[in-house]
């Protein structure tokens, strides 16, 4: 990604930001991310949008897939009632549990240089990234710590952050985490909704470098 891209995705980020969400503390919150490098960070180290930028633009492709599949399909079945929920999700929530949901990877992606062999076997260099989190909170769990501490979450937008992962962030503790996870589900139409779009925008809508 391009420095002019990376700049227009930040004023696009703090415009979907400042369109969508009323809540004391935004304005904080804008002006603690240009201390990070959330604008110009990677998505992922190795997977999707591992570039320079990426981390910006999934958590904008997540809001917007969020927004797509509320509007096409969870808005009727939550007014209808069909399903286990009835009622609204705001467009606030979908920002909110979108747009900061992966905060926690903000300042732990660091430029390394790494080595593979080649075609004709010789070790060559290529551009990564390798991962220094020092505050090792665990992934949605950090992500909701950072956003608490400038802005007011609701119960539905904690668990939807906190269980963005869905299975992908179960570890190895097995039945305990699977058995919390469900009963977010539960909870709120809102964490599907985002485990959803989270999901969609990493497999669907972004794509991996591959360095050779
Ligand atoms: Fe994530
Ligand atoms: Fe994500």
Request: hydrophobic share 35%; glycine share 8%; aromatic share 10%.
């Given at each position: 990604?391009?420095?002019?891209?990376?700049?227009?995705?930040?004023?696009?980020?703090?415009?979907?930001?400042?369109?969508?969400?009323?809540?004391?503390?935004?304005?904080?919150?804008?002006?603690?991310?240009?201390?990070?490098?959330?604008y110009t960070a990677p998505s992922s180290s190795m997977y999707h949008l591992n570039e320079d930028g990426g981390l910006c633009l999934h958590s904008m492709n997540v809001f917007h897939a969020a927004m797509k599949l509320y509007e096409s399909l969870g808005r009727e079945v939550l007014?209808?009632?069909?399903?286990?929920?009835?009622?609204?999700?705001?467009?606030?929530?979908?920002?909110?549990?979108?747009?900061?949901?992966?905060?926690?990877?903000?300042?732990?992606?660091?430029?390394?240089?790494?080595?593979?062999?080649?075609?004709?076997?010789?070790?060559?260099?290529?551009?990564?990234?390798?991962?220094?989190?020092?505050?090792?909170?665990?992934?949605?769990?950090?992500?909701?710590?950072?956003?608490?501490?400038?802005?007011?979450?609701?119960?539905?937008?904690?668990?939807?952050?906190?269980?963005?992962?869905?299975?992908?962030?179960?570890?190895?503790?097995?039945?305990?985490?699977?058995?919390?996870?469900?009963?977010?589900?539960?909870?709120?139409?809102?964490?599907?909704?985002?485990?959803?779009?989270?999901?969609?925008?990493?497999?669907?809508?972004?794509?991996?470098?591959?360095?050779?």
């Open positions: 990604m391009t420095e002019l891209e990376i700049s227009q995705n930040r004023d696009a980020f703090r415009a979907l930001c400042r369109e969508h969400i009323r809540r004391d503390g935004l304005e904080r919150l804008l002006e603690y991310l240009d201390t990070t490098d959330f007014a209808s009632g069909g399903g286990p929920f009835r009622g609204e999700i705001s467009a606030e929530s979908i920002a909110v549990s979108t747009l900061f949901h992966d905060l926690c990877k903000m300042n732990i992606y660091h430029k390394t240089e790494r080595w593979k062999k080649d075609e004709t076997g010789r070790w060559v260099s290529y551009p990564g990234y390798e991962v220094k989190d020092e505050l090792p909170l665990g992934h949605g769990e950090k992500s909701c710590y950072i956003v608490r501490g400038f802005i007011k979450l609701q119960r539905d937008e904690l668990l939807a952050i906190r269980w963005h992962m869905g299975m992908f962030d179960m570890g190895d503790s097995g039945s305990s985490l699977i058995r919390s996870f469900r009963n977010a589900l539960e909870q709120s139409p809102l964490v599907s909704l985002v485990h959803s779009a989270d999901f969609l925008a990493s497999n669907l809508m972004e794509v991996t470098q591959k360095y050779k």
